[in-house]
């Protein structure tokens, strides 16, 4: 595969969020502003492409039955340099994400990605793969983030934005189900544009 | 007939390749609303019944005007006014709005989606459209009427695929949307029952008092505090006999529906086991303020989002009666919980459904293994 629709494929066409449908949860959990959501999506990219990249450069001397529980040393570590990292340097945003920097871990885009890719892909591919995969991820996260404290909150990044001109807040946006619905809705966007994507 | 002749004069501009052929499906639904359509079906099954949508409809219309009536003769009685036209008039006046912003923010939407897919225009929202007004709070800001209604069209409906697709009742969908999304304009002290008076529903005090304000009489009536439609009771009764009269609701899920909400009301009446200040009341005040009888009546029977088996609304109808006196025992954040009740079985019924039909299978099974 070219490398450019190597990187190009996973931020759009072939969206590991909307079109393969993974990484909801933590899609839901952590969009209710676009902070914590910009730098969780960063986090994600960051454990994709490495983990991607570490595998691929392990993929020829590892022996196949015990290829899940290298994946898994390689992810964990790479997921508690990121959370070091965040509480080190930006302790109030680490403090948001609480939990889901953790679950990283159990991310179905990152172990995803290094199953169905770097095992069988040279390094650099890989690499470029999983850091896609991870923007593509990142796009949606705050794609939804933006709607959500845009007419939740009045506010984006913390400024306001709407509050000035009379608006009222929708509560219903900072629950969770209007992540879903907002996921929803771009799903449908998306799906409308890419015909070869829908369902007979 | 000058009428019929002007319609048949401008239709072959709306037919297929006509000049405004795009426009087709407007054009039927207003020459169906206006005239029975002379077509028949081409192919497939042919039910010969002059029981369709568009009367099933209108006679739930027709239902409800009853309650609409009374709760807007409750709107001028709140406001101080006592004699009975003046104070129709004035809560005509006040309610009339947002009947016409339901109406033409939900029609508008059906329209265009019915235009964009090639669909005839169902009449499903006739009868949504007039929820959305009796179950929100009397002077609701319009734009919340529209947004609600726009949000309960479009994401409750139309993503489904339309009229007889949707999984949760439209108009309680608006109407949870506006709870959960503008709480504070919703429910509390703020919420206004009549211009420029403000004040908790009669629910919501009972909820927080534990204590009836008002003579059992008025509450049946209907001149206590609280939106249009759950105010009286004795109206939304009337309601319920033209429904079950014309067969066009089921009588298992209304009846069930009373049952499984008085058996926890006396439930919680005489064992006690939260301790909020509507516990311990008599039971049959959950059924004579809020939402609950409107909601037992008119929209736990939506023939769509109910279960189907005659098993599974029996079930179903229980359920919904329980869950809201449940909810509005335990949770005091939640005064109404017959919105909430009804939602939740929404999305239960197919599964009840599937059980009492698998059940039925395996019954069915049985028997015949034993005549072998």
Same mark, same amino acid.
């Given at each position: 595969m070219?490398?450019s629709?190597?990187f190009?494929?996973?931020?759009?066409?072939?969206?590991p969020?909307?079109?393969?449908?993974?990484?909801?949860c #933590?899609?839901?959990?952590?969009?209710?502003?676009?902070?914590p959501? %910009?730098?969780m999506?960063l986090?994600v990219?960051? =454990?994709?492409?490495?983990?991607?990249?570490?595998?691929?450069? !392990?993929?020829?001397?590892?022996p196949?039955?015990?290829?899940?529980i290298v994946?898994?040393?390689v992810?964990a570590?790479l997921?508690?340099?990121v959370d070091?990292? !965040?509480?080190? &340097?930006?302790?109030?945003?680490?403090k948001?994400l609480?939990v889901?920097?953790?679950?990283?871990?159990?991310n179905?885009? =990152?172990?995803?990605?290094v199953e169905?890719f770097? %095992?069988?892909?040279?390094?650099?591919d890989s690499?470029?793969?999983?850091?896609a995969?991870?923007?593509?991820?990142?796009?949606?996260l705050?794609l939804?983030a933006?709607?959500? /404290? %845009?007419f939740g #909150?009045?506010?984006?990044?913390?400024?306001?934005?709407?509050?000035?001109?009379?608006?009222?807040?929708?509560a219903?946006?900072?629950f969770?189900?209007m992540?879903?619905?907002?996921?929803?809705c771009?799903?449908?966007?998306?799906?409308?544009?890419?015909?070869?994507l829908?369902?007979k | 007939?000058?009428?019929?002749?002007?319609?048949?004069?401008?239709?072959p501009?709306?037919?297929?390749g006509?000049?405004?052929g795009?426009?087709h499906?407007t054009?039927?639904g207003?020459e169906?609303?206006?005239y029975?359509?002379?077509?028949?079906?081409k192919?497939?099954?042919?039910?010969?019944?002059c029981?369709?949508?568009k009367?099933?409809?209108?006679?739930?219309?027709?239902?409800l005007?009853?309650? +609409?009536?009374?709760g807007?003769?409750?709107?001028?009685?709140?406001?101080?006014?006592?004699?009975i036209?003046?104070?129709f008039w &004035?809560?005509?006046?006040e309610?009339l709005?947002?009947?016409i912003v339901?109406y033409?923010t939900?029609?508008?939407?059906e329209?265009?989606f019915?235009?964009?897919?090639?669909h005839?225009?169902?009449?499903g929202?006739?009868v949504t459209? %007039?929820?959305?007004?009796l179950? +929100?709070?009397?002077?609701?800001p319009?734009?919340i009427?529209?947004l609600?209604?726009a949000?309960?069209?479009?994401?409750?409906? /139309?993503v489904?695929?339309?009229?007889? +697709?949707?999984v949760f009742?439209?108009?309680?969908?608006?109407?949870a949307?506006?709870?959960?999304?503008?709480?504070?304009?919703?429910?509390? /002290?703020?919420?206004w029952?009549?211009?420029g008076?403000?004040?908790?529903?009669a629910?919501?005090q009972?909820?927080?008092?534990?204590?009836m304000?008002?003579?059992?009489?008025?509450?049946f009536?209907?001149l206590?505090?609280?939106?249009l439609g759950?105010t009286s009771?004795?109206?939304?009764?009337?309601g319920?006999?033209i429904l079950?009269?014309?067969g066009?609701?089921?009588?298992?899920?209304?009846?069930?529906?009373?049952?499984?909400?008085?058996?926890?009301g006396?439930?919680?009446?005489?064992?006690?086991?939260?301790d909020?200040?509507?516990?311990g009341i008599? *039971?049959?005040?959950?059924?004579?303020?809020g939402?609950?009888?409107?909601g037992?009546?008119f929209?736990?029977?939506?023939?769509?989002?109910s *279960?189907?088996?005659?098993?599974?609304?029996?079930?179903y109808?229980?359920?919904v009666?329980?869950l809201a006196?449940?909810?509005?025992?335990?949770?005091?954040a939640?005064?109404e919980?017959?919105?909430l009740s009804i939602l939740?079985?929404?999305?239960l019924?197919?599964?009840?459904?599937?059980?009492?039909?698998e059940?039925?299978?395996?019954?069915?099974?049985?028997?015949?293994k034993?005549v072998?």
């Amino acid at each position: 595969m070219k490398l450019s629709k190597n990187f190009t494929n996973p931020l759009a066409a072939n969206n590991p969020v909307i079109v393969q449908i993974l990484g909801i949860c #933590s899609a839901l959990a952590v969009t209710v502003k676009l902070e914590p959501a %910009l730098v969780m999506g960063l986090s994600v990219t960051f =454990v994709c492409a490495f983990s991607n990249l570490i595998m691929s450069l !392990l993929r020829n001397g590892l022996p196949s039955r015990i290829r899940i529980i290298v994946q898994l040393v390689v992810i964990a570590t790479l997921v508690i340099v990121v959370d070091q990292v !965040l509480r080190a &340097y930006m302790y109030d945003v680490s403090k948001q994400l609480s939990v889901y920097v953790g679950l990283i871990i159990t991310n179905c885009i =990152v172990m995803g990605r290094v199953e169905a890719f770097a %095992l069988g892909n040279k390094p650099w591919d890989s690499f470029v793969d999983g850091l896609a995969n991870g923007l593509g991820y990142a796009f949606i996260l705050v794609l939804v983030a933006f709607f959500r /404290e %845009l007419f939740g #909150s009045g506010t984006l990044f913390g400024f306001d934005v709407l509050a000035r001109f009379g608006y009222t807040n929708n509560a219903l946006m900072l629950f969770p189900p209007m992540a879903l619905i907002i996921i929803g809705c771009i799903i449908w966007v998306h799906r409308s544009i890419n015909k070869d994507l829908q369902e007979k | 007939m000058g009428l019929r002749k002007f319609v048949d004069k401008i239709k072959p501009t709306f037919s297929e390749g006509g000049k405004l052929g795009f426009l087709h499906s407007t054009f039927e639904g207003f020459e169906t609303f206006l005239y029975v359509p002379n077509t028949t079906t081409k192919r497939g099954a042919h039910v010969r019944d002059c029981n369709d949508i568009k009367r099933v409809m209108i006679v739930v219309v027709l239902a409800l005007i009853p309650t +609409m009536l009374v709760g807007m003769y409750n709107v001028g009685y709140q406001h101080g006014i006592t004699a009975i036209l003046p104070a129709f008039w &004035y809560g005509f006046v006040e309610t009339l709005p947002t009947i016409i912003v339901s109406y033409v923010t939900g029609l508008a939407i059906e329209f265009a989606f019915a235009q964009k897919r090639k669909h005839e225009i169902n009449e499903g929202f006739l009868v949504t459209g %007039l929820l959305i007004p009796l179950v +929100m709070p009397v002077t609701v800001p319009l734009w919340i009427v529209a947004l609600s209604t726009a949000f309960a069209v479009i994401i409750g409906k /139309e993503v489904f695929g339309g009229t007889g +697709m949707n999984v949760f009742n439209p108009a309680l969908l608006a109407r949870a949307f506006a709870f959960f999304a503008y709480t504070p304009q919703m429910s509390g /002290e703020a919420v206004w029952y009549a211009d420029g008076k403000t004040g908790a529903t009669a629910l919501e005090q009972l909820a927080s008092t534990g204590e009836m304000q008002w003579s059992v009489m008025d509450a049946f009536i209907g001149l206590i505090p609280g939106s249009l439609g759950e105010t009286s009771t004795a109206a939304i009764l009337l309601g319920a006999v033209i429904l079950l009269f014309t067969g066009v609701a089921s009588w298992r899920i209304m009846l069930s529906v009373f049952l499984g909400g008085l058996a926890f009301g006396y439930l919680f009446e005489f064992v006690g086991v939260a301790d909020t200040a509507i516990d311990g009341i008599p *039971a049959y005040y959950h059924l004579l303020v809020g939402g609950f009888a409107f909601g037992a009546v008119f929209m736990a029977t939506d023939p769509v989002t109910s *279960a189907q088996t005659n098993t599974g609304k029996w079930i179903y109808g229980f359920m919904v009666g329980a869950l809201a006196v449940l909810i509005r025992v335990i949770n005091p954040a939640y005064p109404e919980g017959m919105m909430l009740s009804i939602l939740f079985m929404n999305a239960l019924a197919p599964l009840i459904d599937y059980f009492v039909v698998e059940r039925n299978i395996a019954r069915r099974k049985k028997l015949i293994k034993n005549v072998k």
